[in-house]
């Protein structure tokens, strides 16, 4: 009950900084239309702006990495010549599997799965 209770404010919150920000009221005029006071404006401004900025700074990072939730959903196998089989992970390691050795071929790409967090039996 507390987190929908959590969320709605936020929401709430949230719409209320737009029509702040579209406006042309000082915040104390603003809290006063709204029935609010300045300490939870202020206090809901600097938490909606934190979670913007954490929300972008980790997009970028995901972008800059090559990391993403779908990143990790499939690993890469490429077969170099007809000796090798080479696992490219997300992190830019590079295992490489000789082809003749199908148990190894296998525990690579278990542990390249686990490497991503998506162990799965074959």
């Given at each position: ?57 980790q ?52 542990a390249?799965?686990e ?8």
């Amino acid at each position: 009950m507390r987190g929908r209770r959590s969320a709605r404010a936020e929401a709430l919150w949230r719409e209320r900084l737009a029509r702040f920000e579209s406006g042309d009221l000082t915040v104390a005029e603003f809290c006063r239309r709204e029935g609010v006071s300045q300490p939870s404006f202020y206090g809901w401004r600097k938490r909606v702006r934190q979670e913007g900025r954490a929300a972008r700074s980790q997009e970028q990072q995901d972008r800059s990495t090559g990391d993403s939730k779908e990143a990790c959903s499939f690993v890469p196998v490429r077969v170099s010549g007809l000796s090798a089989a080479v696992i490219e992970l997300p992190n830019g390691v590079t295992v490489r599997v000789p082809l003749v050795d199908v148990e190894a071929l296998r525990t690579a790409i278990l542990a390249a799965g686990e490497a991503c967090g998506e162990a799965r039996p074959c």
